[in-house]
């Protein structure tokens, strides 16, 4: 991952990326006992930037995670 994650206030800043670039944020959790089955959904946003964004549709991003 590029960046920093802050865990006390759940933000990942990237810092500057170029136009085109993609960045990629890995997250390792463990989950509750009894939650074996369920699905687990995780949705990020982007919340602040310096420069407007002429596509504001993509971003947003969710992956749901089957717990076995």
């Known amino acids: 991952a590029n960046g ?3 865990q006390a206030t759940g933000l990942w800043t990237i810092g ?3 136009n085109g670039d993609t960045v990629t944020l890995g997250i390792n959790a463990t989950v509750n006992t009894g939650t074996t089955g369920l699905t687990i959904t995780n949705t990020t946003s982007n ?3 310096d420069q407007g964004d ?3 549709s993509n971003n947003v991003g ?3 995670k089957n717990v076995k």
Do not use: Q
């Open 54 to 56: 002429p596509d504001s």
């Open 4 to 6: 920093t994650y802050n």
């Open 62 to 64: 969710t992956v749901n």
């Open 16 to 18: 500057s990326i170029n």
């Open 47 to 49: 919340l602040t930037a």
